[in-house]
Structure formats: structure tokens, C-alpha cells
């Protein structure tokens, strides 16, 4: 008996929850996702994005990109498997230095720090990527991205 208190607390007390705020509530939960899920889902898109590139394979893509975002990236890929080519990244350091967007759409600048494979060397680059999340099949996706000018710059 003494088990079914808390549950009947929980009921009690979201039956007097007034209609429109638990509607907020579930609304906000689906239209921003927290901040430790935009993070995960920046981070592993970063390591999708880097290895579809080394690989001239696109299927790493399909779990972390959606619309124009996964488009354009594919397109990058095939270009990159065309000419047998490859972009090779070793990552050093990344860091998120953003997140906002609006309802629905929120956004996180991550940066990165890594050495790309120039000629038979390797070279240190220090970029910012934006991108931009979009709820697809029930799951936040990226649907838009871009590396940012220096100008743009978060600090």
C-alpha cells in the first residue's frame, strides 16, 4: 500500500494541472529539444559528416541528417567519389559555443579544432560549423548547416 502513495500523489497532483499548461508543456518538450540532446546530436553528426567525407560513403549521414542538409552533403560526397578523391579530418578539440534557434528550429555552432590532410601533410584548422535542427519521423535531425565565415563568429 505504502508503495502506491507516491503514484497516487503524481496523479493527483498532475489531475490538477490546469489543460493548457500540461499542453505547453508536452508542446515545448517536442519543439525545443534539451540541451544534452542538441549536443549529442550535433556531436554525432560531426562524426558522420567527417566520416561520410573520408569514406566517399554517404550512409553514415542517413541517422543524423535530413532535407537540404542531407542533399547538399550527399551531393559533397558523391562529388568527393567522382574524382576518387577524399577530405581526411582528424579531430583534435571540439566544443559547442552556441545554442538558441526559435521554437522548432533550434540551431548550436560547434567548434572545430583538426588537422585536414593537405597534399602528403597535414594542415590544423580551426572552423565553426552551424547548424540548424528540424524534427523528421519523430527525431531531431540537421537539416541545415554551414561552415561560418571568421566574421561570424561566436566567441
Do not use: I, N
Not at 64 to 76: E, N, T
Amino acid at each position: 500500500m505504502k508503495a502506491l502513495f507516491p503514484l497516487f500523489v503524481l496523479l493527483v497532483a498532475t489531475a490538477c494541472r490546469p489543460p493548457l499548461a500540461t499542453a505547453a508543456a508536452v508542446a515545448a518538450e517536442v519543439m525545443t529539444p534539451a540541451p544534452a540532446l542538441l549536443s549529442a546530436v550535433v556531436m554525432h553528426a560531426d562524426d558522420a559528416r567527417r566520416e561520410a567525407l573520408a569514406t566517399a560513403d554517404p550512409k553514415p549521414l542517413d541517422l543524423y541528417f535530413g532535407g537540404r542538409s542531407l542533399l547538399s552533403l550527399r551531393l559533397q560526397v558523391a562529388g568527393l567519389a567522382t574524382r576518387g578523391l577524399r577530405r581526411v579530418e582528424r579531430l583534435l578539440s571540439r566544443r559547442l559555443v552556441h545554442q538558441g534557434g526559435a521554437p522548432g528550429q533550434p540551431e548550436a555552432v560547434l567548434e572545430v579544432r583538426a588537422q585536414v590532410q593537405a597534399g602528403g601533410g597535414w594542415a590544423t584548422v580551426l572552423r565553426q560549423w552551424r547548424v540548424q535542427l528540424g524534427r523528421q519521423g519523430g527525431a531531431w535531425l540537421v537539416t541545415d548547416d554551414q561552415d561560418l565565415p571568421p566574421v561570424a563568429w561566436w566567441r
